[in-house]
């Protein structure tokens, strides 16, 4: 159902990244798979909330390896522009939903 607080919706208005930290084990093995950051950069990025965009590709794809289809390039957008308290847009479909 197009609106409704569940799936990409939910997670975009919390403004969490938290979804995104859960792909990996332990914050080392993220720190590791992303190939730049250190494991104390990974962690501060956790504590602040907050993911550079220039590693939307490889948090996809890692998504995409793990069976979540919720977390998009969208849902990052999504994430991001709350964070900021930008103004909302409209939602997102549900993961698996056709857009209106």
């Known amino acids: 159902m197009r609106g409704a607080l569940t ?50 590709t490889a948090i996809v794809t890692r998504a995409r390896v793990v069976g979540n289809r919720e977390i998009t390039f969208e849902w990052l957008a999504c994430v991001r522009a709350a964070q900021k308290g930008l103004p909302d847009y409209g939602t997102l479909p549900a993961a698996g939903e056709a857009a209106e």
């Open 7 to 56: 799936g990409v919706n939910a997670l975009c208005i919390n403004a969490c990244m938290e979804p995104v930290f859960i792909l990996w084990p332990t914050l080392s093995e993220m720190a590791d798979s992303l190939g730049g950051p250190k494991y104390q950069t990974v962690a501060s990025w956790k504590r602040r909330n907050f993911l550079p965009p220039e590693y939307d």
